[in-house]
């Protein structure tokens, strides 16, 4: 299946043949696949900007969504998209090159939020937050310039629990990102479709692959963030117990509201409570608490 080059996408020309690879590959088509279908991705004739930073895992989602596209199991047109953000020493000529030779159809955006984001954070804070939200602003721009109906980002099944968790520890609150979800103004849909896939497929996948890896040398290399804290306590917690990764990730999507604390999703004062006569009556209309037996 992988060394017919007349029955593969271009992305793939030169993967490896051997059984450990073709594993990895099939690993990861089926839970793209999962993700597209549980959440329900695709409308038919769609169009979708597949966001490129030139990291590991946006190559991954590259590969597998016109792999899915070249089978005729994703009915939609996909358009690449890198947002080069003027970061200094950012090798601007990688990815032009790189999609032009795969035959992917894309558009390389030069937009300078660097010299915002470095104007505006105080010395010794980081990036992430005001980067992220001038990222996502002009590729939501672009996405409406080019038509598109859907933003898809390369975020994996690790990149939501370091938020679950980040928001646990720091925000006080249950939330991580969403597979799914709609923007502000209602007229854009946010895709993750490697939500299910493991962040070390994702690295071994691009590496066997050999694809140009661009590191993110303008947040990524910042010392003590929250989000490198929480990777370091998940690793901990992989290495003591192999497999908890996963574990944690399938609680994401098995939430109890009636055993967790919010009000809001939970009606607890209307819960039925024992009557004095030994039946259940509803206190929706009663604050008294029953007398303890």
């Known amino acids: 299946m992988l060394d ?11 993967a490896p043949s051997t059984t450990e690879f073709k594993k990895l ?23 979708w900007l597949v966001c490129m930073s030139g990291g590991k895992d946006s190559y ?3 590969a597998i969504l016109h792999e899915l596209q070249w089978r005729g199991l994703l009915p939609v047109e996909l358009l690449a998209c890198n947002l080069d953000q003027g970061q200094p020493g950012f090798p601007a000529t990688v990815l032009p090159e790189f999609l032009k030779k795969m035959a992917v159809p894309h558009r390389i955006e030069y937009k300078d939020t660097y010299s915002i984001v470095t104007d505006k954070v105080p010395a010794g804070r980081t990036y992430c937050a005001l980067c992220s939200r001038l990222r996502r602003a002009n590729l939501y721009r672009v996405a409406r310039e080019e038509g598109c109906t859907a933003v898809v980002l390369g975020h994996h099944r690790d990149d939501i629990l370091e938020t679950f968790f980040m928001n646990l520890f720091h925000g006080g609150r249950l939330a991580t990102m969403p597979p799914k979800l ?7 849909f946010l895709y993750r479709p490697l ?7 994702c690295e071994k996948f691009a590496k066997s692959m050999n ?20 990777k370091q306590i998940l690793d901990g917690w992989e290495k003591n117990s192999p497999g908890r990764r996963q574990i944690m990730f399938k609680a994401l999507t098995n939430i109890r509201p009636s055993h967790m604390l919010d ?8 819960l039925l409570t024992s009557s004095p006569d030994g039946k259940m009556e509803n206190t929706d209309n009663s604050m008294e608490i029953p007398k303890l037996r």
């Open 211 to 230: 694809y140009p890896i661009i590191p993110c040398d303008l947040c990524g290399s910042q010392d003590g963030l929250q989000r490198q804290q929480v």
């Open 25 to 47: 590959r099939k690993r990861i088509v089926r839970n793209v696949r999962e993700a597209v279908e549980q959440y329900g991705m695709v409308e038919r004739g769609a169009k």
């Open 182 to 188: 709609v923007n502000e103004e209602g007229d854009l």
């Open 4 to 14: 017919d080059l007349d029955d593969i996408h271009p992305l793939f020309h030169g």
């Open 195 to 201: 939500a299910h896939a493991a962040e070390a497929d």
């Open 60 to 62: 991954t989602l590259l």
């Open 263 to 270: 009000p809001k999703l939970h009606d607890f004062i209307g």
